[in-house]
């Protein structure tokens, strides 16, 4: 007889296996909810990611390794590692906010300590004063003018291209274009010498040489020490000076699609980032800025008006409607030097920024609108240098107390009139 008790009978095993398969049943259901509700989660993810950004990359949501055995082992794809490269640097620097406002006594200038005039620099800086005699570029080499008697000596010689003439003190400043150098003479020396390699452009004011290199370097340097700081340094295609200050310089940096940014920097090398001073253009308007006025051309009907305006200031003032826009414009004291065409002739003319009178210095017949004549004003001289439309090339200087027809020549290193 079986002891029901203490005896299993097989009945409690049973039950025991039901519950537990009943458990297992349970679970496995839970699972699949729990699955089937990430999926759906998944989906609605991967629908939501594919609408708002179509061309997402899942895989870069998986480890690197995981990635690479789906790409080999899944699909079957080989996974190479491109080099890795390092873009090309360049010492340009970042632009700060616009700067629009300056002290006007930061630019009150003296003349007597200007090397020559911002214009005339731009213009190829053939002609320069120091209120005793005139000193130009000709193609022979660097001559002086007396305005008390018009006689004339040349006192350096050189086939080479010139530019950039200053005189500060004792010394002349020039460059060779052809050896592309910055040279030192003082006055009453024979030969020059070589201060500065790689130079494209040059203004001294006072005791600092502003220069612009080669590879289109703004540096500052003593005339004396002859050490230069670079302040600023552009991979665009040029760039130019437009003026300085007291304290700071302002440039133009032209790139490569033809647009025109301005920008001004601390001469001491305390900023590291310039500041844009104007809006960019998109056609170059040849602005320069003499005593902190600005002075640029604005088209206006095929001809170009002259603009003057204040720096800081959202006003400007008309000076002349009549252009050709070929010369950058020259300013000295109130009075303005600009190139105008009527017809072919050209015509070197002075505006009286007073009084608004103008008057022609002097004409060149037949120069035609594609004419690369340049003008310079040389104190009680005026120079037009360059060539006409068809070739011929011009040299002339004519004195401001005289007519316009009333002008001598150069040439074989000889004035006559």
């Known amino acids: 007889m079986k002891n029901n008790y203490y005896e299993n009978d097989g009945a409690d095993v049973k039950r025991a296996q039901r519950k537990k398969k009943k458990k297992e049943r349970k679970a496995l259901k839970g699972f699949l909810i729990f699955l089937s509700v990430i999926i759906v989660a998944l989906a609605v ?90 000193y130009h570029i000709a193609g022979d080499g660097l001559y002086r003018l007396n305005p008390d008697t018009e006689g004339y000596t040349r006192l350096y010689k050189s086939s080479h291209t010139l530019s950039s003439l200053n005189l500060r003190g004792d010394f002349i400043y020039f460059i060779d274009d052809e050896e592309q150098k910055l040279y030192k003479m003082q006055k009453g020396a024979k030969e020059p010498k070589s201060v500065r390699d790689n130079v494209k452009f040059a203004l001294v004011y006072d005791s600092t040489v502003y220069f612009i290199s080669v590879d289109n370097d703004l540096c500052v340097m003593d005339a004396k020490a002859l050490e230069p700081k670079t302040l600023y340094s552009s991979a665009d295609d040029e760039m130019r000076l437009v003026g300085i200050s007291k304290h700071r310089v302002y440039f133009a940096v032209k790139g490569y699609d033809g647009s025109i940014d301005y920008f001004t920097l601390a001469t001491d090398g305390s900023e590291d980032v310039p500041s844009p001073f104007r809006e960019r253009e998109t056609t170059d308007s040849k602005l320069v800025m003499e005593n902190g006025f600005l002075y640029y051309y604005r088209e206006n009907g095929g001809k170009y008006e002259i603009v003057r305006q204040k720096f800081g200031s959202e006003k400007t003032v008309s000076l002349a409607k009549d252009g050709d826009g070929t010369n950058y414009i020259e300013v000295e004291n109130n009075r303005l030097y600009y190139t105008e065409l009527d017809g072919k002739k050209l015509c070197m003319t002075e505006i009286n920024m007073n009084s608004q009178k103008s008057r022609y210095l002097m004409a060149v017949k037949d120069a035609g609108s594609a004419h690369k004549l340049h003008i310079f004003h040389g104190g009680e001289y005026d120079f037009v240098i360059g060539e006409k439309e068809n070739g011929k090339k011009i040299y002339r200087a004519g004195c401001v107390f005289t007519g316009s027809t009333n002008y001598m020549k150069f040439s074989d290193g000889r004035w006559k009139y």
């Open 45 to 134: 993810f991967v629908t939501t990611v594919k609408v708002l950004a179509p061309d997402f990359d899942f895989t870069t949501l998986l480890p690197q390794t995981v990635q690479t055995f789906v790409d080999e082992r899944i699909f079957g794809n080989t996974t190479t590692t491109a080099p890795t490269t390092t873009a090309p640097t360049t010492t340009e620097k970042p632009t700060a906010k616009m700067m629009n406002y300056i002290e006007f006594d930061e630019f009150e200038l003296k003349t007597s300590k200007q090397g020559n005039l911002i214009g005339n620099l731009l213009n190829g800086g053939k002609v320069a004063t120091d209120s005793s005699y005139i």
